[in-house]
């Protein structure tokens, strides 16, 4: 399988109080056509701003060095509008709250619509046969009428949908999913993954899936990489890691999933918190928090040590294994 986006590495920076501090630093994977990729790893560790980074839509204050190729194309390199055409044509984006990325003042068949027009050479009786199509497929009831209603007028879910169906419109060939489902109730949570799950089949669309549920990736993704402190610590199958996680960090985060399915805060089973990226450890950045550090972890920083069928970042597996 050949790889769609190739990330290499990244560093994204903001300027703050602090001068001007990386809070992505040295980030690496790849998705490959088809392929759902889950990202996981505690709050604040980077995973929303890797996704920004790669779509371009980083605030004002922040900006990327590194490579990400789409197609040959470094997306960091492009202009500002080819990147336009890119996103949404090629790349759409799903956000966790759809109320920030809905117009409020427009019905939702027309905001559909207008992102059909935008990337597609059809006339306006075809975009609004489409957007009907596509509330239709992402299983909204009465889509005519819904057609001709405004976000507030919708639930949660139904926004969600609409938020997918606006990314789906364009048959992009990958989706950002950031926490599409955080927002929303167990059972629509549910139909919502089951729709993107569709989706991909039909399309063989890629999804980069950004989740604090560990129970969404084990439904949902191919493969997996775990962020922690703006870097990846470990990429694996997700068999591999589910089964057989290697670091001591994600090792913590398979402990901290309860056996209930029931949604619970990563990490209440490993001491200590997130170095803030104006105060990083030397050494390893997770060493502070590490029950198995060496003095060499508190010393030197780990590389991704590339193992059998997965990467670690961590000393333990500097021989390999
Ligand atoms: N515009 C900004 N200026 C300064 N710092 C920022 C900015 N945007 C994000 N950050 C910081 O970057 C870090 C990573 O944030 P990010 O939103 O990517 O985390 P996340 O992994 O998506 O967390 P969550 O799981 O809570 O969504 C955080 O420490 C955050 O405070
Ligand atoms: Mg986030």
Redesign the pocket.
Same mark, same amino acid.
């Given at each position: 399988m050949t790889a769609i986006l190739e990330v290499q590495k990244l560093r994204t920076r903001? &300027?703050?109080d602090y001068g001007k %501090?990386a @809070? @992505?630093d040295g980030v690496d994977f790849s998705i490959k056509e088809g392929e759902t990729l889950g990202v996981v790893? #505690?709050?604040?560790?980077? &995973?929303? %701003?890797?996704?920004?980074s790669i779509m371009r839509l +980083?605030?004002?204050?922040?900006s990327s060095e590194g490579h990400i190729f789409y197609e040959g194309k470094d997306l960091l390199q492009i202009s500002e509008k080819q990147m336009q055409k890119i996103r949404g044509n090629d790349i759409a984006m799903i956000f966790?709250e759809p109320m920030t990325s809905l117009n409020p003042l427009q019905t939702v068949g027309r905001q559909i619509e207008e992102s059909v027009l935008l990337h597609r050479k059809s006339s306006k009786a075809e975009a609004k046969k489409r957007a009907i199509e596509m509330l239709k497929a992402v299983g909204m009831p009465r889509p005519d009428e819904i057609y001709g209603e405004y976000p507030h007028q919708l639930s949660g879910g139904m926004r969600q949908r609409v938020m997918i169906a606006m990314a789906m419109s364009c048959e992009p060939k990958l989706i950002i999913a950031? #926490?599409p489902t955080t927002a929303l109730d167990v059972t629509i949570q549910a139909q919502i993954l089951e729709l993107m799950q569709k989706v991909k089949e039909e399309t063989n669309t890629s999804i980069m899936l950004?989740t604090?549920d560990l129970g969404v990736v084990a439904e949902m993704c191919d493969r997996v990489i775990v962020?922690y402190a703006?870097q990846v610590v470990e990429e694996a199958d997700k068999y591999e890691l589910f089964e057989n996680p290697k670091h001591p960090y994600t090792i913590g985060l398979m402990n901290s999933v309860p056996d209930l399915d029931e949604e619970v805060e990563f990490l209440e089973t490993i001491p200590g918190s997130v170095p +803030?990226?104006h105060q990083m450890p030397t050494g390893c950045r997770f060493a502070p928090r590490c029950s198995k550090a060496m003095p060499i972890c508190h010393e030197q920083e780990p590389e991704l040590f590339k193992l059998q069928d997965q990467q670690c970042r961590c000393w333990l597996y500097a021989e390999g294994v």
């Open positions: 903001f &300027k703050t %501090v @809070v @992505v790893g #505690e709050s604040g560790c980077g &995973k929303s %701003v890797t996704s920004l +980083l605030a004002g204050n922040g966790q950031d #926490e950004i604090h962020m703006g +803030l990226a």
